[in-house]
């Protein structure tokens, strides 16, 4: 018998081990096929709020953030560009990269949610991101990136204009900042078994099947 369990991923577009994260469990999702299937939901965690639209050299922030040498920034890329290959993601950082704001993108993927296209919605933001090198504050590369998966662009825009929506996006934050998560990835198999960070694909195996197994 089919068994479907419910994950619930907190993460940033602009969070590398987001990405290896999620392709990693989907790495694992198709290990345990045809008797375990998912229902995965995206929610929001800004990593930067106060970023400005016009973001920042991303070096230039990793030094001034976390004290990251010029010499453990190439490394970390290296290394990102390899895992993002083991699981078929392409990284493509350069000098210029910069990091951007995130909390319109951020609305717009809780609206996809309700349109059934939100993890449509967040491959396409983490390509265009680190695959493209789009800034994704630019409303207008949003909007682009909303109406190539499928959604309609007038409503997209009216999403990203509402004050309602960006309020929705600090009051699920702040939720997620109360149960605890203070960083991402964060993903929750069945609201109750919490895995951080990038994991291994076998620990994801693991999960997926023991809690299957509890499953009537």
């Known amino acids: 018998m089919l068994k479907t ?19 990693r469990l989907c790495k694992a999702l198709d290990l345990v096929q045809p008797d375990i299937s998912a229902d995965i939901y995206w929610h929001p965690f800004e990593l930067n709020p106060a970023m400005p639209i016009q973001g920042q050299n991303l070096r230039e922030h990793l030094a001034e953030k976390y004290g990251t040498t010029p010499k453990a920034s190439e490394m970390a890329r290296a290394t990102l560009t390899q895992l993002g290959k083991d699981v078929g993601f392409d990284f493509h950082f350069t000098d210029s990269m910069r990091i951007y704001n995130t909390r319109q993108a951020h609305q717009l993927l809780l609206w996809a949610q309700s349109q059934n296209q939100q993890p449509a919605l967040q491959a396409a933001l983490f390509d265009a991101y ?48 109360e149960a605890g998560i203070t960083a991402v990835p964060a993903i929750i198999f069945a609201h109750k078994h919490l895995v951080s960070g990038a994991q291994n694909i076998e620990v994801y195996v693991q999960v997926l099947r023991e809690l299957a197994a509890s499953i009537d």
């Open 5 to 23: 369990i419910r994950i619930d991923i907190v993460s940033d577009i602009v969070c590398p081990w987001c990405v290896i994260g999620y392709k």
């Open 130 to 177: 680190f695959t493209q090198n789009q800034n994704i504050a630019e409303p207008n590369n949003l909007l682009n990136i909303a109406a190539n998966i499928g959604l309609e662009r007038s409503i997209a825009e009216t999403v990203i204009q509402d004050k309602d929506w960006a309020q929705a996006v600090a009051k699920t934050e702040q939720q997620w900042l």
